[in-house]
């Protein structure tokens, strides 16, 4: 037994009443799948078949018996239904609506930690459901299991003593087919580990090769189990339930039915004996083993076509385990372990200085690549789509221009990100150094079949390059990848190119992350091409090209000045329009038409190109320029008119209200919401069909605007934007973990990660050795890898300095720099890591 301040979680943010509503909080492991915690304390959401689910919730649930001197009380360990649960054509359509549940449900979160207390003045007991999937930096293969870790922790509040039983109730839904059958036939088996006993199900009635075909299992860890069940009874009229419950609700154990219902439901009970005041603890575990995962469409004519392939790519984490029961027996051992290195990594977020809204943002997009978004196909490589429909993917190919917006992956799981690296420059390079912007499946006969480049995607992708290997250090794998790298670069000086002229600035058709192409410089572009060159002047004087590290230095330089000459209007960086007049002015491969497309497609037609910025003012547009100065780059432009165009931007684009604001796309900010517009014209000049989107608010374009801010050192005017941000996912409207944009869990969305290291402008270099921050005093934290844990910065009599550093080290000393002016010293002997 232990008390519940013994295992209590960090929490970063409280939810309540209407606020449970939408929320489902994604657990499972990078790449595998996940089941989602509700609000209420419900799972929702069973999306383990190697694509989405939303929608699936099977009847599976946990529930608890209680009886003590003053009688017995059975509920399901949810609180109420709320009242858009109320009502349908059926009655209520919420699963199991009509058993007992607890009165009221507090949901608290630090993800992946979610947990839901749940209170009734008319039980004996508190009750609190909690559960995750380890999520440890620098360890993808702890964070990437395929499993729900469900805890049920029970205080006795009475005077009397009590007893309580404990039941898991999980549906066999493995073989679940997309038209939503279950197959019938699949059969639960008991099974024992070292340290757990479980239910074992296999799918015996699908082909082996089919999307959904594996295993199952349900277990109890560190407790005996006092009864269970393999299946339910087989009833008609609904009856199945109602023996269960009957059985369950008569003595707190349960017997085995004499007939099986067609689906199986497998149970496991736990007995306590609760004293007045006292605590205990059950854990499940609910794993599986679903090995078919097939690739993703690739066809962009007519129109693009984003779904599911024959192909079968495999799933890296089967490969780990034989079944699911393997992954319970893998895991039990080393669960404390996990939990232990899990809550050291979200402790280093929430007792932060970070603000609190900061904070919630930071850790609740990392749902993301616990989602069905991320995958890793059988060799490792580590691929995900932009985002989640329904039951398939959004967006395929690991889309450059979307993954260029998130800080997430490479500095939690810089092994993961060195796949990507591979993918972008080796599989989707081709010989003359086009990147096609999303991959094809498989990688080593379709990764160029995209055939079309993205100038902002090509252009991060260098950055997110020298960002990854900055962060490890790794000079082999930069020199392996580094002559795609130059080509890459080189690609954008072909004839008739991004800039063929060799000017430093990005002329040509640019085709971009809001699905069109831009003729003529823009700030937004210019900020990813100067990052890049700054990146490969770097890149290149390591790998000892350095007359090359002196081109683009000398095209940075140039570039830098012609940017802030040409295109800062003053207020901020607008795009000055250069329409190439005909199709033969623009180099293959920089265009992507459709049909019904303005101009046509065949169209010669390009004097006056719809869908450009012109003079707007775009609320990503130093993007680049806020991951080149994380990345420890100068990218040249005039940090006076970078402060004034991010003022701008605050001041232009954001809104209090939206109730007489046109946008003819997406609605993503509402009514009385607060947000950030994706683009703005506050001194008219509006093109009359701007790019699309422009109307919009993301929250990945929020972030960004955030983080460049927060790198300035403009932290309220960050914390606000955040702040709004967060406020319209409170659960109430929108679901916390899940950011959408084109598709749920969208990527872009981890953008919010920069936020992590942006406040005292944090940069680790694992080479140099050094941890370069800016003098804000406080507690800040520091990812990068293995490399977890927080600075703190306090005053001095000569000014601020880095006290000392608390937490992991990868093996070897850093050096802990405080910047003082435009000098950066080294920190006293007290700092180093």
Not at 544 to 567: I, N, P, S, V, W
Not at 706 to 728: K, M, Y
Request: proline share 6%; aromatic share 8%; glycine share 10%.
């Amino acid at each position: 037994m232990t008390t519940a301040e013994e295992s209590d979680w960090p929490v970063v943010r409280r939810y309540r009443g209407a606020e449970l509503a939408r929320i489902a909080l994604p657990v499972g492991g990078i790449g595998t799948g996940c089941i989602s915690l509700g609000g209420r304390g419900q799972l929702l959401d069973w999306e383990l078949f190697n694509r989405p689910g939303k929608g699936f919730t099977p009847q599976s649930f946990f529930c608890v018996r209680t009886a003590d001197a003053s009688g017995v009380h059975t509920r399901v360990l949810e609180s109420e239904l709320l009242d858009h649960e109320y009502a349908g054509p059926h009655g209520s359509p919420s699963a199991l609506h009509g058993l007992p549940r607890f009165r009221t449900g507090e949901f608290a979160a630090a993800y992946p930690f979610g947990q839901v207390r749940l209170t009734d003045p008319g039980l004996p007991v508190e009750a609190t459901v909690q559960a995750y999937n380890p999520l440890v930096p620098g360890d993808a293969e702890a964070s990437g299991l395929p499993v729900h870790v469900h805890r049920v922790r029970l205080t006795n509040v009475s005077p009397r003593p009590v007893t309580a039983s404990v039941c898991a109730a999980v549906q066999h839904v493995v073989g679940r087919q997309r038209s939503g059958e279950l197959p019938a036939g699949n059969r639960f088996r008991p099974f024992t580990a070292d340290g757990a006993t479980g239910l074992y199900g296999h799918c015996t009635e699908v082909a082996e090769d089919d999307e959904a075909w594996g295993s199952l299992a349900l277990a109890v860890v560190g407790d005996p189990v006092s009864s269970s069940r393999r299946t339910w009874a087989k009833r008609s009229w609904g009856d199945s339930l109602l023996d269960f419950w009957e059985d369950f609700a008569a003595d707190g154990a349960l017997d085995e039915p004499d007939e099986g219902a067609k689906v199986p439901t497998g149970s496991l009970v736990v007995s306590k004996e609760l004293a007045p005041g006292a605590t205990a603890t059950v854990t499940f575990l609910i794993a599986w083993h679903v090995p078919n995962r097939r690739g993703w469409r690739h066809d962009f004519r007519p129109a693009p076509v984003f779904g599911h392939s024959d192909d079968l790519v495999g799933n890296h984490y089967t490969g780990r385990f034989t079944d699911a029961a393997d992954v319970v027996r893998t895991v039990v051992p080393r669960l404390a372990g996990y939990e232990d290195a899990t809550r050291r990594f979200v402790e280093t977020i929430t007792t932060s200085t970070l603000p609190a809204a900061v904070q919630d943002a930071v850790l609740s997009n990392l749902a993301v690549l616990k989602s069905p978004t991320c995958f890793r196909i059988a060799d490792g490589t580590f691929l995900g789509w932009e985002g989640c429909n329904a039951d398939h993917g959004s967006c395929h190919g690991s889309c450059t221009h979307v993954w260029n917006y998130q800080y997430a992956l490479e500095q939690l799981f810089p092994e993961l990100a060195w796949t990507m690296r591979e993918v972008e420059f080796v599989h989707s390079l081709d010989e003359r150094g086009l990147m096609s912007f999303r991959a094809g499946l498989p990688l080593e006969t379709n990764g160029t079949g995209w055939r079309i480049a993205a100038a902002d995607g090509q252009m991060g992708a260098l950055v997110r390059l020298l960002r990854t290997w900055r962060l490890t250090g790794r000079d082999d794998l930069l020199a392996r990848l580094w002559p795609g790298a130059r080509k890459a670069l080189e690609f954008a000086w072909i004839p008739l190119g991004w800039d063929a002229d060799q000017d430093g600035v990005m002329e040509g058709c640019q085709h971009s992350t809001t699905d069109v192409e831009y003729y003529g410089p823009s700030g937004i572009n210019q900020s990813w091409y100067l990052a890049a060159l700054a990146a490969c002047a770097v890149m290149a004087r390591a790998v000892g090209e350095h007359a090359f590290a002196d081109t683009c230095e000398e095209l940075r330089a140039t570039g830098a000045a012609r940017t802030d000459a040409a295109l800062f209007n003053g207020e901020y960086y607008q795009q000055r329009v250069l329409p190439p007049g005909s199709a033969e002015r623009i180099a293959e491969g920089l265009r992507i038409r459709y049909e019904g497309d303005s101009p046509d497609v065949g169209s010669d037609d390009l004097a006056a190109p719809d869908f450009q910025i012109g003079a707007g003012c775009m609320s990503d547009q130093l993007a680049g320029h806020a991951l080149a100065v994380l990345s420890g780059l100068d990218d040249g432009l005039d940090p006076a008119h970078t402060a004034t165009a991010m003022r701008s931007v605050v001041r232009y684009n954001h809104r209090t209200d939206f109730h007489a604001h046109v946008n003819h796309l997406r609605g993503y900010a509402l009514g009385s919401e607060h947000g950030l517009l994706n683009c703005t014209y506050p001194h008219g000049e509006r093109p009359r069909r701007p790019f699309p989107y422009s109307s919009e608010v993301w929250t990945g374009l929020e972030y960004t605007a955030a983080v460049t801010l927060a790198l300035q050192g403009e932290h309220d005017q960050a914390e606000h934007l955040v702040a709004d941000a967060r406020a319209r996912h409170s659960g109430r409207r929108r679901n916390p973990f899940d950011e959408t944009e084109c598709g749920s869990h969208y990527v872009r969305a981890m953008a919010s990660f920069g936020l992590a290291h942006a406040w005292p402008r944090t940069v680790v270099d694992a080479r140099a050795r050094t941890i370069t921050v800016d003098p804000v005093p406080g507690r800040w934290p520091v990812v990068a890898g293995p490399l977890v844990g927080t600075l703190v910065i306090r005053p001095s009599e000569d000014g601020f300095r880095a006290a000392h550093y608390e937490g992991t080290a990868p093996g070897y000393a850093y050096e802990v720099q405080v910047r003082r002016g435009d000098r950066e010293q080294a920190d006293v002997p007290a700092g180093d890591v």
